[in-house]
């Protein structure tokens, strides 16, 4: 059984730009969920998606996007990135809504 | 919406001592406490959770208390060993696995 697998593992980006990190479910799972954690910090809930529909969604402004793709694999989008975007960027997944999340190890985003 | 408070944010125990660390929360309608272990580089990793219709719960040396009326949850580590060292993250959700809500984390260190 493979576990939660995000890609990349590090990225750099510049203020402006745009950015999509991707995420590998734990086989088995149909929920995605992302979380922004910044440096010392808890993870914060950014959106859920559950069989391809967002299924709840956190206090970030709508420059954060997703997607769910048939096969339960997601991407996070994220445009016009600010400084404070700088996070490590978490992907979890769970058998269904609601149940226990796992999750991946994460992306190290950087905005300079 | 809920807020998770977290207690102590730093915590240094001999081997083999125990180790416990506190959180509030603020909405009486969460009903999901998970705790979670992140080691550097990596994503959190669930070790135990408590659903609201249960007062405690025990996994070999780990276990979790729940007080409803008073709003608060707590993680004992028993016979602590080195590789307990890492940062535990308790979280509260009102829908179970959906929308945790993190404290803001415990750097636990182990001394041999």
């Known amino acids: 059984e493979t576990g939660v697998t995000q890609s990349p593992t590090h990225l750099i980006k510049t203020r402006g730009q745009q950015v999509t990190l991707r995420c590998s479910s734990q086989?088995?799972?149909?929920?995605v969920s992302w979380y922004q954690q910044a440096l010392g910090q808890g993870p914060q809930f950014i959106f859920q998606y559950y069989r391809e529909e967002e299924n709840g969604r956190g206090n970030f402004p709508p420059r954060f996007s997703g997607l769910q793709f048939p096969n339960y694999s997601s991407e996070l989008n994220v445009n016009a990135l600010e400084l404070d975007d700088s996070a490590l960027y978490l992907c979890?997944?769970?058998?269904?809504?609601?149940?226990?999340?796992?999750f991946g190890s994460g992306t190290q985003l950087s905005v300079l | 919406g809920e807020n998770v408070e977290q207690h102590p944010s730093t915590l240094s125990v001999q081997e083999g001592d125990s180790a416990v660390i506190k959180c509030t929360y603020s909405d009486s309608a969460s009903n999901y406490f998970p705790w979670y272990k992140q080691e550097l580089g990596k994503g959190p990793q669930l070790i135990i959770d408590i659903r609201s219709n249960v007062g405690e719960k025990k996994d070999q040396r780990i276990a979790v208390t729940l007080n409803k009326t008073a709003k608060h949850f707590s993680l004992h580590i028993t016979e602590t060993q080195p590789e307990d060292s890492a940062v535990y993250f308790c979280?509260?959700?009102?829908?179970?696995?959906?929308?945790?809500?993190f404290g803001a984390g415990t750097i636990l260190r182990v001394k041999s």
């Open positions: 086989s088995g799972h149909n929920t």
């Open positions: 979890a997944s769970s058998w269904r809504a609601g149940e226990k999340l796992f």
């Open positions: 979280a509260a959700s009102m829908e179970y696995g959906n929308k945790l809500v």
